[in-house]
Antibody, heavy 123, light 110 residues
Framework: EVQLVQSGAEVKKPGESLKISCKGS????????IGWVRQVPGKGLEWMGI????????RYSPSFQGQVTISADKSLSTAYLQWSSLKASDTAMYYC????????????????WGQGTLVTVSS | QSVLTQPPSVSAAPGQKVTISCSGS????????VSWYQQLPGTVPKLLIY???KRPSGIPDRFSGSKSGTSATLGITGLQTGDEADYYC???????????FGGGTKLTVL
């Protein structure tokens, strides 16, 4: 069974750093894209970025480029999302999800999704 | 404001059919495949449709997807109260080289 298990909820102060994780199992982590999606409470889904652990190729949405860093450790089958200086506006639920690319179609989709990590940034 | 436009809400009675639209442009929906996700209240998003009209294992055939030009549509027949959820479309944007989600549509089954 393909599973993505995320690290637990975090409460941080503005200006602090943070790294959350997403561990994959049941599939070839190294050879599959994995992505991060943000959901601010009461709002919609926002595509943040994806990484290919095999070669660390990373793509970011312009909205998140420079604001976060996506990385992966293929030896641990784990992807990471990190901030160097959190802001109150980073308060949200963050989901990781396996990012598929259709072999013949080139279509893309997310499945499955991790359980989510709630990040709260408050002074 | 999302690049992919969805109606904020739709509603229909149990047993009826509803459609949810997702409008984009030639750089995204027009030249890429569309996926759809269901997010029941307080839960993790779940894939409903991929590659415009394919259903993952376990998704009932009451859910269907289609695409025409720069718009896509999710159809749900035989509505049940358990279908009340937020629904999101997603695709890739070839010009911007990143993915997109629509703003989401809240389905109410009256």
């Amino acid at each position: 069974e393909v599973q993505l298990v995320q690290s637990g909820a975090e409460v941080k102060k503005p200006g602090e750093s943070l790294k959350i994780s997403c561990k994959g199992s049941g599939y070839s982590f190294t050879n599959s894209w994995i992505g991060w999606v943000r959901q601010v409470p009461g709002k919609g889904l926002e595509w943040m970025g994806i990484i290919y652990p095999g070669d660390s190729d990373t793509r970011y949405s312009p909205s998140f480029q420079g604001q976060v860093t996506i990385s992966a450790d293929k030896s641990l089958s784990t992807a990471y999302l990190q901030w160097s200086s959190l802001k109150a506006s980073d308060t949200a639920m963050y989901y990781c999800a396996r990012h598929w690319v259709g072999a013949t179609s080139g279509g893309t989709w997310f499945d499955p999704w991790g359980q989510g990590t709630l990040v709260t940034v408050s002074s | 404001q999302s690049v992919l436009t969805q109606p904020p809400s739709v509603s229909a009675a149990p047993g009826q059919k509803v459609t949810i639209s997702c409008s984009g442009s030639s750089s995204n929906i027009g030249n890429n495949y569309v996926s759809w996700y269901q997010q029941l209240p307080g839960t993790v998003p779940k894939l409903l449709i991929y590659e415009n009209n394919k259903r993952p294992s376990g998704i009932p055939d009451r859910f269907s997807g289609s695409k025409s030009g720069t718009s896509a549509t999710l159809g749900i027949t035989g509505l049940q109260t358990g279908d009340e959820a937020d629904y999101y479309c997603g695709t890739w944007d070839s010009s911007l080289s990143f993915g997109l989600f629509g703003g989401g549509t809240k389905l109410t089954v009256l």
